[in-house]
């Protein structure tokens, strides 16, 4: 089974702060992506990474960038927390085959106060 | 604007009905139409993908239609039980974009009573 795991299920930073979240998954895929929930808005797109050192944006990456050093590890960085990037943040990915289900972590329920 | 609806944010029935859940767009072509489950504090999990010439899909109780002339998709669970209570959401792909790049809408909560 495929398994998308990541670094925090809570977690409570300052205004101001540098966050990193942090999901490794382990089946070898070549596309990730983080997402943010909001009760209202839905799931929406921040970034996404199809290989390794690539990126690009996503509906909503104003306030954030990512990382892929390597290819099961995609991190999601908050360059300075701010109140209004309080949300639930989930990470999927994706292989190249015929299948095109995405595959959810369980998700950083992050608060900036 | 590009848009997806899913008719309502919340959907109770009885324990043994049909629950048909609607997911509309707007200003998309999509390739193809999944629908995801989530429950409370968790990751979505894939259920069904429908593509854009198929009318129907089936897996179990569930059954996916896809009508692209109404630009419209029903989620249909029969045989409703209260473990099928979480919130469903539907997604898609638009043709010519990244693949795997999903728009989803706001999700659908149902709840099966008893």
């Known amino acids: 089974d495929v398994k998308v795991t990541q670094s925090s299920r809570y977690l409570v930073k300052r205004t101001g702060e540098k966050v990193f979240l942090e999901c490794v998954q382990d089946?070898?895929?070549?596309?990730m992506f983080w997402y943010r929930q909001d009760p209202g808005l839905g799931l929406r797109l921040i970034y996404f990474s199809y290989d390794v050192k690539m990126k690009e944006k996503g509906d909503i990456p104003e306030g954030y960038s990512v990382s892929r050093e390597k290819k099961e590890r995609f991190s999601l960085i908050l360059e300075s927390a701010s109140t209004n990037q309080t949300s639930m943040y989930l990470c999927?990915?994706?292989?190249?085959?015929?299948?095109?289900?995405?595959?959810f972590g369980p998700g950083t329920r992050l608060t900036v106060t | 604007s590009q848009k997806i609806e899913q008719n309502s944010e919340a959907l109770n029935i009885q324990e043994g009905k049909t629950a048909t859940l609607t997911c509309n767009y707007t200003n998309y072509s999509p390739a193809y139409l999944q629908w995801y489950r989530q429950d409370p504090g968790r990751g979505p999990v894939f259920l069904l993908l429908?593509?854009?010439?198929?009318k129907e899909k089936r897996k179990e109780r569930l059954k996916v239609t896809f009508d692209t002339t109404l630009k419209q998709s029903l989620f249909h669970i029969t045989a409703s039980q209260p473990a099928d209570s979480a919130t469903y959401l539907c997604?898609?792909?638009?043709?010519?974009?990244?693949?795997?790049?999903?728009?989803f809408g706001r999700g659908t909560q149902l709840t099966v009573w008893p």
């Open positions: 089946m070898d895929h070549e596309n």
């Open positions: 999927a990915s994706l292989g190249q085959g015929s299948s095109y289900e995405q595959y």
């Open positions: 997604a898609l792909e638009s043709r010519g974009s990244t693949l795997g790049r999903l728009y």
């Open positions: 429908i593509r854009e010439n198929e």
